[in-house]
């Protein structure tokens, strides 16, 4: 019986270690990003750069990765609150803005594409893509993850309570708006 | 166990039951395939990682006895080769192209899949659960995918020595325009493609391993077990992951962005050069290869103590439990430990000294460079007074340490010479540099990494490794290694270049023809005394002499509570709890007392 009665609070001191393990993971993307915008600095230094405008299309993507943010914070207080319907519909909905983000992103690399900015000579442009590129796949990843959760959710014969799976992915959601927020800031700023 | 202990440790268990509920315990039916191939016991992860890391150091190390020949024997033939290589030894002799391949995958293979994840794989997953006293891994799916990623980098790595144009010979460091080019040479074809692809798994599976270590050390302690009572084998391998889960996410965007030069046209690394063999100027401009460099290095440095972290943790524990003493300076060891780390990431310039790196400013990287003797030689320093009126026992473990430390203090006094920009533009890219970082990282890691697997063998496997075989090992290895490496100083100062194939048409080395034949005959005896090991290794596995008892070095450590052969899940009852330090030897006319023990009432407590 001690074992039991003690448990919560043995869990609740300690962080859980897959909780951290994304911390780090987290800390270790930052370093890849880190890396490849501190390569764009030290090259838009050098004779030749060509700026780059972003498009229009791009705002409209961050207020949607904002968006979902928001609506993954919710479906996790839902959660935690045993409102299962409505945090069916807010992981739903946050699934939905994930990949309109990812659409959005494409749309702005073909209207760039088709306006002549392509990968080729020097500048602000192949940088765009390469790290665009990889913060989108970031961006796939979690909503794979998003989509594990969401079928769980919907699944009859597992029934879980246990918030560590939305908490972890709702912890890395927030993450890669940021991280979206950060590179959105850095190449409209720094040219 | 007294009662109290027994309710205090269920709290900690049954959170750990809460993280893993299919984990341990072992009455589950284990398969062949659940038991030895996609298992998820750290214990057999850490077998893996050992035997891949073995196969492949076996490969690497067989490339250097190749070139060796070459650069032995560069007037002569052996017509086996040709039996055996086919077109790249044509008529007897290693062809350029081959050589230069032959090269790039010796550093490559040695740095990363023997004394990366071999060494931090193997030791990592074998005794952060077995000393920290965890039934397993924080995440033990996530490391079953590191070994994977592994398995599958190496067939990459391996598949690339197949093919038609041979592998990446660009060098283990792989600079662009070379890398960047096919056209610039046969192994920057496909091979080079192969190379990155290799690496790019490396890195993930090196990724899961470092993360799921960080999170291990410090969230499944079990209880007592605070950080200032781990063995240092525990801090030098979470000071390593958090080295590899910082620069190598670095490494990787350096490798895409090559990968976009090979093959989308962009201009990161490539600009308007002219190329010898199409005649012909590049359509890229305003790329830099230096940016390369930057990133490259910017892994690379935190790299060299990846490899030496591991092995300094390993020499460390096996040095204090055979010196029947306690490590001297546990907190020094730490706080030097931890000064290596932040400076690994200050000083990866000292590289670059030669690439038109402002001088002013390489003042500053050989002023950092110079820091780290600091503590690097607080640690020689804490080992010998270690040794020092110690009750040494000689076991092999325990001769390999003593060994690391004689070829850390060799090689790590050339590091002075080497961070001083002004001697190293006379130094740079000569047998100097070669003799340097082969006897301060690669040997020395080799020798963390045989004490280590020497030592704990007999709880790997339950059974001991044969100790003749051992002894000529080690003497023969020790000698060997001393023998290859210090002409190679010699040869390096009287500016003799690294990386060449030939130098019998150059006059002014000639009088080192001699030399380099010798460093090849020892080259050969001590790849063959190599293969001695690793016939002991199997044979003993086998065959060896079996365990008896629970303890057989009297160490103090949680991993010698564990039965001979433990299951997953490692301790059959509750995790012990800890009480003290790692190192309480010769304490109060005791020889050693385990960290299980509660402290003694008049006893002074750690």
Known sequence: MESVVNRPSAQRKRIHPYKFILWVAMGSIVMMFAGLTSAYIVKSNQPKWIMLDLPVIFSYSTAVIILSSITIQIALKEFKERKIALYRNMLALTFVLGVLFIFLQLLGFNQLWSSGITLRGAGAAPFMYVIFGLHGLHVVGGIIALLIIFIKAFSRRNRSYDPISIEVASTYWHFVDALWIYLFIFFMWIQ | ?606
């Open chain 2, 1 to 606: 166990m007294s009662n109290e202990t027994v309710i205090h440790s269920l709290p900690d268990t049954a959170s750990t039951h809460d993280i893993e509920p299919d984990g341990h315990h072992g009455h589950h039916k284990e398969s062949f395939i659940t038991k030895y191939i996609f298992s998820q016991d750290h214990k057999m992860i850490c077998k893996q990682f050992l035997i891949t890391g073995m196969i492949w150091a076996i490969i690497g190390g067989l490339f250097s006895v190749l070139f060796r020949l070459q650069l032995g024997y560069p007037d002569q033939t052996f017509p086996f080769l040709e039996d055996f290589l086919g077109k790249w030894a044509k008529g007897g002799r290693i062809e350029p192209e081959f050589y230069y391949a032959l090269v790039t995958m010796h550093g490559t293979i040695l740095v990363f899949f023997v004394l990366t994840q071999g060494l931090s794989g193997t030791f990592a997953n074998f005794l952060i659960p077995l000393q920290v006293g965890a039934r397993d891994m924080a995440s033990p799916f996530m490391n079953m995918l590191s070994y994977w990623f592994f398995f599958a980098s190496s067939v990459v790595l391996l598949s690339s020595m197949f093919i038609e144009t041979g592998p990446a010979s660009g060098g283990w460091t792989s600079y662009p325009p070379l890398s960047a080019l096919g056209d610039a040479s046969l192994g920057s074809n496909t091979g080079m493609d192969l190379w990155l692809i290799g690496m790019a798994l490396f890195v993930v599976s090196s990724l899961l391993g470092g993360l799921n270590y960080i999170a291990t050390i410090l969230n499944m302690r079990t209880k007592g077990m605070s950080m200032t009572r781990v063995p240092l084998t525990i801090w030098a391998i979470f000071f390593t992951a958090i080295l590899g889960v910082l620069s190598f996410p670095v490494l990787l965007s350096g490798f895409i962005l090559l990968l976009f030069d090979r093959h989308a046209g962009t201009s990161f690394y490539l600009s308007d050069i002219y190329i010898g063999s199409t005649f012909k100027a590049l359509p890229n401009e305003g790329g830099s290869a230096i940016l390369y460099q930057h990133l490259f290095w910017f892994l690379g440095h935190p790299e060299v103590y990846i490899i030496i972290l591991p092995a300094m943790g390993l020499v460390s524990e096996v040095m204090s439990v055979n010196a029947r003493k306690p490590i001297f300076g546990y907190m020094a060891m730490v706080g030097s430990l931890f000064a290596i780390t932040v400076l690994a990431f200050l000083v990866w310039a000292h590289h670059m000294f030669v690439s038109g790196l402002n001088p002013f400013l390489g003042s500053v990287f050989v002023l950092l460079t110079l820091l780290i003797a600091v503590p690097s030689a607080i640690k020689v320093f804490n080992w010998l007074t270690t040794l020092w009126r110690g009750n040494l026992r000689f076991t092999p473990g325990m001769l390999f340490a003593i060994g690391f430390v004689s070829m850390f203090i060799s090689g790590g006094l050339t590091g002075i010479f080497l961070g001083n920009s002004t001697i190293d533009l006379h130094l740079h890219d000569t047998y100097f540099v070669v003799a340097h970082f082969h006897i301060v990282m690669g040997v020395s890691a080799f020798f963390g990494m045989f004490a280590g697997i020497y030592h704990w063998f007999p709880k790997m496997f339950g059974r001991y490794l044969n100790n003749t075989m051992a002894y000529i090992h080690f003497w023969v290895t020790l000698a060997g290694a001393y023998l290859i490496f210090w002409p190679m100083h010699y040869e390096g100062l009287a500016g003799m270049p690294r990386r060449y194939y030939d130098f019998s048409p150059w006059v002014s080395f000639n009088n080192f023809q001699g030399l380099n034949r010798f460093i090849s005959i020892v080259s050969i005896i001590v790849f063959a005394v190599q293969l001695l090991f690793v016939f002991n290794f199997f044979y003993s596995v086998f065959k060896g002499r079996k365990v008896k008892t629970q303890n057989p070095w009297g160490a103090n450590t949680l991993e010698w509570t564990t039965p001979i052969n433990p299951g997953h899940g490692n301790w059959v009852g509750e995790i012990p709890e800890v009480h003290r330090w790692a190192y309480d030897y010769g304490k109060e006319g005791r020889e050693f007392v385990p960290q299980t023990e509660p402290v003694g009432a008049n006893e002074q407590k750690h």
